[in-house]
């Protein structure tokens, strides 16, 4: 997995390549911990290059999402592959965030 994180004035970008499993959601937790750290207001996610995310994964984004609208930041999931667009529809994320495919 890789992911590529940029920021622009309050704004950052995450993009994800690869597969979040248990083994590198460390990884994925680094990265949000990164934008915490920020005076960053919004955070889009590309999910476009990810087939799979583990349980683990969802949690840390979770976590992360619950940490930074407390600090009126706002989550987009601006790209999404079919298969984890497909997931997060069925955990019912995209009453949580917005997630377009």
């Known amino acids: 997995m890789n992911i590529e994180l940029t920021f622009e004035e309050k704004r950052a970008l ?4 690869g597969v979040v499993t248990t ?3 460390y990884l994925f937790q680094e990265k949000l911990d990164e934008v915490l750290k920020n005076d960053v207001k919004k955070l889009d996610i590309d999910f476009s290059a990810c087939r799979i995310i583990s349980s683990t ?3 840390k984004l ?8 407390s ?3 706002e ?5 999404c592959s079919p298969g984890v667009y497909d997931l997060f529809s069925t ?4 009453q949580l965030m917005t997630i377009n495919l």
């Open 23 to 25: 083994e590198n959601a």
């Open 57 to 59: 994964g969802i949690g």
């Open 75 to 79: 989550v987009e999931i601006i790209k």
């Open 91 to 94: 955990i019912k994320l995209n």
């Open 14 to 17: 995450m993009k994800i390549d």
């Open 62 to 69: 979770l976590l992360f999402y619950k940490d930074f609208i």
């Open 71 to 73: 600090k009126n930041g």
